[in-house]
């Protein structure tokens, strides 16, 4: 699929813009972990209202689409092997459904890096409940590897912004649940 479920936008769009507004930030320097097609940054960079840096790390080349041309810089690469050398800090981390695609012993490494490198927000969406998933599309970084939950995420120092009950993307039709969440540094 390599595409955040349509939920997640709102939530996430609301909550920049007023992070914005009461930091006072006049550009947003924003890290896209794990772009996919991409569509999920070109629609904060479409909406935000004031202008954005837009860096996207992808390992799956296959899933490009025309929104990467959004991104000013682009890595196609393993996000495992970009946080291992990137030193950079940005004003907001995304990781729009990307930590169930992880082994649950590399989860943390990830959510570490991202707090570690964003100056204000880091975005994190996710099945909260079971939600199988195999390789899609001849992508095997769609493959649903590790479930985290709702209480896991709050006491890392996640704030719940939605939970929504969605069907999945496998053979028998079924729902999960989604959350999206922010981890404030300020």
């Known amino acids: 699929m390599a595409i955040s479920h349509p939920c997640n936008k709102k939530p996430v769009l609301d909550h920049l813009t007023s992070t914005i507004a009461s930091q006072h930030l006049a550009t947003l320097d924003v890290l896209d972990l794990g772009i996919g097609k991409g569509e999920f940054g070109k629609f ?6 004031i202008p954005i840096r837009l860096t996207g790390v992808e390992a799956f080349a296959k899933c490009r689409s025309e929104c990467w041309s959004c991104y000013d810089a682009l890595h196609i690469e393993d996000i495992r092997a970009f946080i291992k050398r990137e030193t950079g800090t940005f004003d907001v981390v995304l990781l729009m459904d990307v930590l169930e695609h992880l082994e649950r012993p590399e989860g943390p490494a990830l959510l570490n890096y991202a707090i ?3 100056r204000h927000s880091v975005f994190l969406s996710t099945p909260i409940s079971r ?3 195999g390789a899609l599309r001849g ?5 649903h590897i590790s479930l985290w939950t ?4 709050r006491d890392l120092g996640f704030r719940e912004l939605l ?3 969605v069907f999945t993307y496998s053979l028998r039709k079924m729902f999960a649940w989604i959350g999206v ?3 404030d540094k300020s």
């Not at 904060?44 to 209202?49: E, P, R």
């Open 181 to 183: 969440y922010v981890f």
């Open 150 to 153: 709702d209480a896991e995420l």
């Open 44 to 49: 904060i960079k479409d909406n935000v209202g």
């Open 163 to 165: 939970r929504k009950r």
């Open 131 to 133: 939600y199988p998933q």
């Open 116 to 118: 570690g490198h964003a």
């Open 139 to 143: 992508n095997p970084y769609q493959q």
